[in-house]
């Protein structure tokens, strides 16, 4: 009987805690985006300290050898519900630019063109 109940239980525990990751990270993307605490030339690590939560994603990245210049493009978003509609969020996405790991600027995130690399 324990040989039957061991896998289901393994099963189980695993089926949670993936389920508490997902809501983990569902609440890290509600949380605001408060581009008033950057300043230039921080790191990205300041940066998600300074924001408290993590990027979405890398959405561009290129490297100049000849001048040894690396450019990574992070996108950071934050979600808002309009008019108290909770079954309709928004979603406000900013690119953020790293020149050699050091914040160079921040734009909006435009959905009709890529970043400026």
């Not at 609440?27 to 950057?38: E, G, I, Q, R, T």
Request: hydrophobic residues 40%.
């Amino acid at each position: 009987m324990t040989k039957f109940l061991k896998p289901i239980i393994i099963v189980l525990l695993t089926v949670m805690i993936t389920s508490c990751g997902a809501i983990h990270e569902s609440m890290d993307a509600a949380k605001p985006v408060n581009l008033s605490v950057l300043k230039l030339g921080l790191s990205k690590d300041e940066v998600q300290k300074y924001l408290n939560k993590k990027p979405d994603n890398t959405v561009a990245a290129k490297n100049y050898p000849d001048t040894k210049t690396f450019i990574e493009v992070v996108q950071y978003s934050q979600q808002y519900y309009q008019n108290g509609d909770t079954n309709r969020p928004f979603i406000e996405s900013y690119w953020l630019y790293f020149v050699n790991d050091k914040l160079d600027k921040w734009e909006k995130a435009n959905p009709h063109h890529a970043p400026w690399i």
